[in-house]
């Protein structure tokens, strides 16, 4: 019975046994939403999404400006052109 319970490999260092706890721990946190580093992850998410919505945003801003300017550049152009010296 004991043998059934027991971990399978028992000759492992103190390094080793510690590494191994740790990854099955980290294994267990995984899908505990309560926890600091899942806070933390899901802060760290929330932020990365809404900077790329408000890069998108802008981008689109960026996009119809373009379109209004590709429209009536020709004028500004007359206007910025500085003339030849003579």
């Known amino acids: ?7 399978k490999s028992v000759d492992l ?3 080793e046994r510690k590494k191994h706890l740790k990854k099955l721990s ?3 946190v995984m899908n505990w939403p309560n926890t600091l580093e899942a806070l933390r992850i899901k802060k760290e998410s929330f932020t990365k999404d809404r ?10 801003v960026d996009r119809q400006v373009c379109m209004n ?5 020709a004028p500004l ?3 910025t052109r500085t003339p030849p010296f003579r």
């Open 51 to 60: 900077e790329a919505a408000a890069e998108a945003a802008r981008q689109e």
């Open 69 to 73: 300017v590709g429209q009536s550049q």
């Open 1 to 7: 019975m004991r043998e059934s319970i027991a971990p």
């Open 26 to 28: 980290n294994e267990k």
């Open 77 to 79: 152009d007359a206007l």
């Open 13 to 15: 260092s103190k390094l």
